[in-house]
């Protein structure tokens, strides 16, 4: 069974064992400050589609062994200003975490933030993920984010990259010879971009 949680009620919550928990955030999130602990043999899949303004802090806490975390966002910002804080605490053995983050900045946007996967010492065969990448189509937009790691325990699993990339001359170009104009060509690039995992 899944259980959707509602994004009003998320502060400090633990949630129960044994279950699958969902959390969609589609709104415009205004300084939002989550705080979730996942106990044993229980996942929680947060999707954030929020809107092109706002502050986010999530904070998480795999208690519980077999304790299981995703974070996935794939968002477009356009002359927006955006926040994003998500930190990962592996506290019991034999949990999992993934954070993906695919953004596209356009125009005047700026977007900052930090994506830190700790595990302690005492929590053995943790594995800990994160993947982000984003695309800058525009000199004006700023990208400040900060991938860390803090692995404590010799046993555990970690991966971690980082990109920023501008739209390729090159990928366009492929599109354009083969009769796509410029527009189609940019804007099917940008849709494989974020479907891609």
């Known amino acids: 069974m899944i259980i959707n949680l509602e994004l ?21 999130v205004n300084n ?15 999707i954030d589609n929020s809107g092109s303004m706002g502050k986010l ?23 927006s200003t955006v926040e994003k804080n998500i930190q990962v605490f592996h506290q019991a053995s034999n949990t999992k975490s993934y954070v993906k983050i695919k953004n596209i900045a356009e125009n ?3 977007i900052t933030g930090k994506v830190l996967l700790h595990i302690n010492s005492n929590s053995d065969n943790c594995i800990a993920k994160q993947k982000i990448e984003f695309i800058n189509l525009s000199s004006s937009s700023k990208i400040n984010f900060t991938p860390i790691l803090e692995i404590e325990n010799i046993s555990a699993i970690s991966e971690h990259s980082f990109s920023i990339i501008n739209l390729s001359p090159q990928d ?8 796509i104009d410029k527009k189609l060509a940019k804007k099917l690039i940008l849709e494989g971009f974020l479907s891609k995992y």
């Open 108 to 110: 005047k946007s700026h």
């Open 57 to 79: 802090n999530c904070n998480i806490y795999l208690i519980g062994e077999q304790a299981n975390f995703e974070y996935i966002n794939q968002s477009i910002y356009k002359d």
């Open 32 to 46: 939002p400050n989550i705080s979730i602990s996942i106990t044993k043999n229980s996942s929680l899949q947060i």
């Open 172 to 179: 366009l170009f492929y599109f354009m010879s083969r009769g």
């Open 8 to 28: 009003n009620n998320i502060k400090d919550l633990i949630l129960e064992s044994n279950s699958k928990y969902f959390l969609e955030i589609n709104t415009v």
